[in-house]
């Protein structure tokens, strides 16, 4: 057997707009060697997510910015090959160590996860951040009641689907969707979620009041843009925007203008609140054992697009402003074997 | 001595954009004679309140739209002519019946004020509804603290005078507010409130920043539009944008877009939250206790511009969005003798 090679993705340039595969590129190096007191992580899944378009960028954000010519990085699932005094071969790690394949760690930044709650994947997704997101956006900046009506932007994604699937398991009868296609859909109609495609209609405030006739109560907003303005214009008095997300402008040089309609802010006394999830992690624990227990029970079911190979996942990060995915959107770099 | 006659203001055709005299019809008709149980009312002021634009349009708000051809309606004070079992001659009372010189009532639209506090017209300003509106603004839906760094826009208004200089009195040292001309300025600055005239400026975000290093807290909103997108500039992190009024688009035909940097909702989780003075009443007596006392230690300080005559109301509150008040704007219709 030839002695593996490892590989990683580094940020070739800046992009403009959306990214391109120019702007990534394929590095090949030997597989790390640990030192005294290190792990070697092989990668099998890692994440792919549409706030790492904003760290490609140079302007501020919330993270640090990607430097170009320095390998990415993002949520990535392994397996311990070396293991240390913590760690064993054959653990299941996940790390912010994504975009390579192979890596060492002295193991302060590996978190162990079971394999028996869910396939290992599952802790980048539902499992994972995009799941904890959906909760800490609904539970905490929402907070969500039984008696909410809830709109949902990008309800097939990694975070609007499991959003739209914790609404329901928390007892909210009306949970509404918006996504892109039909085959989207069609998949949250099969869970239960009423769903349309935004691409089918030239009025969007109209189809959300058609599936909506009392209102939103709790908008949990992904997208942004036209998709905010339709939402401001169904939601009830004393309603709450939660700002999750607005992949509409995540590849614009220029931000374009925001709704027209902010004053039905105060016309109706809304809140609208940003989050981000790292401010969060104090409800990690709460949130591993309600999700684990929602999805034994089958009320919250993953699904995932599964790219092949490093080398794809420019690509698959290209991908998820087209809208590609179904679900988590995930490279897998290697068989657990 | 000649008959007195009831004059009142009625809305004649509804405005498109700013509202001009010609949608104003001034009425004469005889001093209306109380019922059995009914006081009599003469007016000594009326108040004039950027709201009232809204109610002049067709359009669905908060309030219902006033009806072409009848009489307009809003905060006044008079004086008790005919009493009744509750009311004396001579008693000093609030009511919804401005733009009218005269009224009846069977008083249980009513409210007596104490002119040993303050002059009664402080009842339409500091001790009324707008001393309201920036007390619940500022404590309930804020949640201010004395640590905030506060920016108030329209800053030398009726609402936002007062909610600068409440927050002063609740102990925070950085509040700066923005006013349209050197006059308002000055006035903000003879009571202790740092304050720039925003027509001096090309570059409000920067001109708010040389303010304010530290950043904004707490956005108490009036105007909206440029304001705001200066003011989301510049909030820091966990920052709270109370939308009190939008000002600079009340005339609008067609609302303008919203800012381009709403992204930073997000990204630096900031709030912003609509609110209406009439969801929050129940706080009008603590309200009324901490206003007083304020008034009294000189914590407060009134200004009021006045027009007289109610002939006059309709350039008043045409006034109101050229910003010709400093202060409170009001219109005496009585002398109180």
């Given at each position: 057997m030839a002695t593996p090679k490892n590989h990683?993705?580094?940020?070739?340039?800046?992009?403009?707009?959306?990214?391109?595969?120019?702007?990534?590129?394929?590095?090949?190096?030997?597989?790390?060697?640990?030192?005294?007191?290190?792990?070697?992580?092989?990668?099998?899944?890692?994440?792919?997510?549409?706030?790492?378009?904003?760290?490609?960028?140079?302007?501020?954000?919330?993270?640090?910015?990607?430097?170009?010519?320095?390998?990415?990085?993002?949520?990535a699932v392994g397996k311990v090959v070396d293991g240390n005094s913590r760690f064993t071969p054959g653990d299941y790690v996940v790390s912010q160590n994504g975009w390579r394949e192979w890596f060492v760690s002295d193991g302060s930044d590996l978190r162990k996860v079971d394999p028996a709650v869910a396939p290992v994947q599952a802790y980048l997704g539902a499992l994972g951040m995009p799941g904890l997101t959906?909760?800490?956006?609904?539970?905490?900046?929402?907070?969500?009641?039984?008696?909410?009506?809830?709109?949902v932007s990008a309800a097939a994604g990694a975070v609007g689907s499991v959003a739209c699937q914790i609404a329901r398991a928390m007892g909210c009868e009306v949970v509404v969707g918006s996504v892109g296609t039909d085959a989207k859909r069609q998949w949250l109609e099969s869970l239960g979620i009423e769903a349309f495609n935004y691409r089918d209609t030239d009025d969007l405030a109209g189809t959300i009041a058609e599936h909506m006739p009392g209102g939103i109560d709790l908008d949990f907003e992904n997208v942004g843009g036209a998709h905010l303005?339709?939402?401001?214009?169904?939601m009830r008095e004393q309603g709450r925007i939660v700002l999750c997300g607005l992949i509409d402008q995540y590849n614009d040089a220029e931000p374009p203008p925001g709704p027209r309609n902010l004053d039905l802010l105060l016309k109706r006394r809304l809140a609208m609140r940003g989050f981000i999830v790292i401010d969060h992690f104090d409800l990690f624990e709460n949130f591993l054992q309600d999700m684990s227990r929602w999805i034994a029970e089958g009320k919250v079911q993953r699904r995932?697009?599964?790219?092949?190979?490093?080398?794809?996942?420019?690509?698959?990060?290209?991908?998820?402003?087209?809208?590609?995915?179904?679900?988590?959107?995930?490279?897998?770099l290697a068989d657990d074997d």
């Open positions: 990683d993705i580094r940020l070739n340039k800046r992009p403009v707009g959306l990214p391109g595969p120019a702007d990534f590129e394929l590095a090949e190096t030997p597989v790390p060697v640990p030192g005294s007191g290190q792990v070697l992580v092989r990668n099998l899944f890692m994440s792919v997510d549409p706030y790492m378009r904003g760290r490609m960028s140079e302007r501020s954000s919330y993270v640090a910015p990607f430097q170009v010519g320095e390998t990415l990085s993002g949520g959906a909760y800490a956006g609904l539970k905490r900046v929402g907070q969500l009641t039984p008696e909410d009506r809830v709109f303005e339709a939402a401001l214009d169904n995932e697009t599964i790219v092949n190979g490093i080398e794809n996942a420019p690509a698959a990060l290209i991908g998820l402003f087209r809208g590609d995915n179904i679900g988590k959107m995930l490279v897998k």
